[in-house]
Structure formats: C-alpha cells, structure tokens
C-alpha cells in the first residue's frame, strides 16, 4: 500500500516569514498534486506535479517534486494570514490517488 | 476548471434511515469517480472508485452493503449511507476524473452527514 506522510503535521508561522512543508511518499508515481482546505469545506487544488524536477509557483506558493527522491516540498513566501489552511499532498499511482495526512498552517499576525 | 457539485452539502438524519448523496461533473464526462471520508482534522480516507456502468471498487474495511455506490452514468455516481448510525456522522467528499484529462481529479464541495 502506498504511504504518504506529510511533515510537519501542525505549523504556526509569523507573517513575513517563509517555511517549507514536505510530502513523501513510499512508491513510484508519475503525479504530485498539492490541495488547500479551508474548515469545514472542500478541496481547492493548487499544483499538479507530472514530472521529476517539476517547478510550478502561485503567488506566495511554489511546489516542486523529486520522483528518485520521492519527495514534494510546498514551499510558502513571505507567509500572510490569508494562507491559513490545512494543505494535502496526494500521489496519483493508476486509478487511485493516495493523501497525505495534512498540514494545518496558522499564520499568525 | 472543471465542476463537480455535490448534494446536499448538510444532512441530518435519524439513526436508521438511509442517506443518499449525489456526485455530478456539471461540464465534463467522468468515467471514474472516487468516495472519500473525512474526519475532524484529519486526512481524507479513500472509500471506493466506482466506474460508470460498472461495479465499485471498495477499499479493505469499507462495508459495500452499507456504503453503495451507484455510477450508473457518465456524469452522475450517487453514495447511499444505508442504516445510518452515529458513527457514520462525517464528511464525506466526491471527487471525478475528467476522461479527456486523467492526471486530474476535481472534488466536490462535501457533504456533512449528522446521524441523530
């Protein structure tokens, strides 16, 4: 069964500042997706990843995505309170697609 | 992007009773969709893949027979919570894959199960 585990489970963060949250997974995919969540509601997506070295940026937000390391990192810069959420990686492998356990970020002012 | 609209976003229901929720792609055609539960602040928990015109698929611990799925159109796959119990209150999410653009799966809103 495929395993993603997300790191770090729980993060607070000052405005202005920047951190970096992780994704890794246990087996090969060809497919990273990156998904906000906001309480008490459904999924946004954010990145789609489909490739080793794939770089995609949004705004404060920029993913990236090592398949030989099997490793996504969600990069947040210059973090504002608008980017409170809980934020999920997921692997796509075949039919299914396999979520990590989620980050729930708290920027605080 | 594309739409997946979820029905209804908010039920409430007796222990006992049967629930159905709907899962519709408003703008394209999806040969798969997938059923997840969430819990609070959790992850979410793929419950089955249903295929149009075909039988789902269900994850190890998913009971098919109080969970059912029925994908019987191309636009259109519908989760019945059967005999609901207290512990079957949760948010439970749709999402469908669009035919013309597998790496990509768009979710509905989610709906919220209270059983009474």
């Known amino acids: 069964e495929l395993k993603v585990e997300q790191n770090p489970l729980f993060l607070s963060m000052q405005e202005g500042k920047n951190y970096t949250i992780y994704c890794n997974y246990s087996t090969t995919s060809d497919r990273l997706y990156w998904y906000r969540q906001d309480p008490g509601k459904s999924l946004e997506s954010l990145f789609v990843l489909l490739s080793n070295g794939a770089v995609k940026q949004e705004g404060r937000l920029m993913a990236s995505l090592d398949t030989k390391a099997r490793l996504s990192t969600l990069h947040i810069t210059a973090a504002v309170h608008d980017l409170s959420a809980t934020y999920f990686c997921a692997v796509g492998t075949g039919n299914q697609f396999y979520f990590g356990t989620g980050t729930s970020l708290t920027v605080i002012p | 992007g594309a739409v997946v609209s979820q029905h209804p976003s908010r039920v409430i229901c007796k222990s006992g009773t049967s629930v159905k929720i709907e899962c519709r792609s408003l703008?394209?055609?999806?040969?798969?969709m997938f059923w997840y539960r969430q819990f609070p602040k959790q992850s979410l928990m793929l419950m089955a893949t249903s295929n149009e015109g075909s039988k789902a698929t269900y994850e190890q611990g998913v009971e098919k027979d109080k969970f059912l799925i029925n994908h019987a159109s191309l636009t259109l796959s519908t989760l019945t919570v059967t005999s609901a119990h207290p512990e079957d209150s949760s948010f439970y999410i749709c999402s469908a894959r669009d035919s013309r653009a597998l790496t990509e799966a768009f979710f509905g809103q989610g709906t919220r199960l209270t059983v009474v």
């Open positions: 703008d394209f055609q999806a040969t798969t």
